[in-house]
């Protein structure tokens, strides 16, 4: 796919205000616009359907979104199964997943091209794991048979899926081995932070002393001053579980953490900035806007969603945040992070925000979508898009069940 201009050096996301940028990032708006047109807007729908843009794989969200787009645009499916066939394996399994909420919303296709898949295609045990958890039985206990002829091939069966168990077919499970005990758990709190203050002890040994520190004591304030030497040997990093642990620490972290923030150690000033932002004073926002204004000329995706939600905390001392704010809400391809913009605004500069709640309601985060459900003003058009969030099989049950329950004025 030829991108257009890109916001990112590294990853070349088409822009922001058109179409393509728009559906790259989940954003309502583009669905809006590919409704408008829907055999203009296919090319950009399919574009997103072979390629995985999520910024983050784990926690942005897109199957949904792009299943609507192919069953409201009534878009042929055809290129989807060809993604299927003959994409990596990633890009194929994402495929696979849109057509199985395709079929659960009454896609007969999107069924018939997922169940010819576990008969004859590549990444059949996926495809069948996956449809044998979320689908009703009766689609896919008939290809018993196929399944097990087709076993002794590439990939391993996942034991306790759904399909082998219903067919009695069992695998050896995974030998499980008993979790390796804490080294240092024997020592007391006082211990364990001289274990951690100890300049000659290993990484390893201050990590298995914070282990402990983390999973078997209340919140120890005498780890405070040890923050600044909580670092990787090669002071890139901080060691494992030292974010884990302030967060645990809470305000006993203030006012340290405000020496934290203003280092020029990376990892230490990023430890501090988190701090502040959870539990920060008015006098604090400047040094969370200044990293928010940091994060947007180098474009960084991950992570400005909590110095927003610092901001927003901290009410009008963080006025000036308001213009970066709408930035990164219209132009961040990580969509886990837009709805903290929008929480942020909402704090901040509540004024003009009823669109951008109501172009929620098709956002492809489904967090977005709950803001949208709570914050969109009444009117036909919203009235609408909730009884189609309350009644849509593909939607997630708490977003239906909100959408629900505003409609009978419950919210």
């Known amino acids: 796919m030829t991108a257009e201009e890109s916001d990112d050096d590294s990853v070349a996301y088409a822009r922001a205000d058109t179409l393509l940028g728009l559906l790259q990032r989940g954003r309502g708006l583009g669905a809006l616009r590919a409704a408008e047109d829907p055999a203009a807007a296919a090319e950009a729908v ?8 999520r910024w983050d794989w784990l926690v942005d969200e897109h199957r949904v979104y792009l299943a609507r787009l192919l069953r409201d645009l009534e878009l042929p499916l055809a290129p989807v199964a060809d993604t299927l066939a003959t994409a990596g394996e990633h890009d194929a399994v994402e495929a696979a997943r849109i057509l199985e909420r395709l079929a659960l919303s009454g896609s007969a296709e999107a069924r018939e091209i997922l169940r010819a898949h576990i008969r004859e295609g590549t990444h059949w045990l ?87 520190l983390h999973h078997h004591r209340d919140p120890e304030p005498g780890l405070v001053p040890l923050v600044p030497s909580l670092g990787t040997a090669d002071g890139r990093h901080a060691l494992p579980l030292v974010g884990s642990l302030l967060t645990g ?5 203030m006012p340290a953490a405000r020496d934290w923030a203003a280092s020029g150690t990376r990892w230490l000033a990023w430890e501090g900035l988190l701090v502040l932002a959870g539990h920060g004073e008015p006098q604090d926002a400047p040094a969370l806007l200044a990293e928010l204004e940091r994060d947007w000329a180098d474009r960084t995706w991950c992570g400005p969603m909590a110095m927003a939600r610092g901001l927003a905390r901290l009410g009008p001392a963080s006025a000036g945040a308001v213009p970066f704010l709408r930035r990164f809400w219209t132009r961040t391809p990580h969509g886990y992070e837009r709805p903290s913009y929008l929480r942020a605004l909402a ?7 009823d669109a951008v709640h109501a172009e929620s309601l098709w956002d492809a985060q489904a967090e977005a979508r709950l803001l949208g459900i709570t914050h969109a003003p009444d009117g036909p058009e919203v009235t609408a898009r909730l009884g189609y969030l309350r009644d849509d099989p593909m939607e997630d049950p708490e977003v239906r069940e909100a959408a629900g329950a505003r409609l009978a004025g419950r919210a």
Do not use: I, N
Request: proline content about 10%; overall charge negative.
């Open 126 to 212: 996926s495809v069948l794991e996956s449809v044998s958890a979320h689908w009703p039985v009766e689609w896919w206990e008939d290809l018993g048979g196929a399944a097990r002829a087709r076993l002794g091939g590439d990939g391993d069966p996942t034991p306790w899926a759904k399909a082998w168990q219903h067919w009695g077919v069992a695998f050896p499970t995974p030998e499980r081995r008993p979790p390796r005990p804490a080294p240092l758990a024997g020592l007391t709190g006082a211990e364990l932070l001289a274990v951690v203050a100890d300049p000659a002890a290993s990484d390893e040994r201050r990590t298995d002393a914070l282990y402990v």
């Open 249 to 253: 620490l809470g305000a006993h972290a």
């Open 347 to 353: 704090a901040l500069d509540p004024a003009g925000l």
């Open 46 to 53: 399919y574009a997103c359907v072979r390629t995985d843009w």
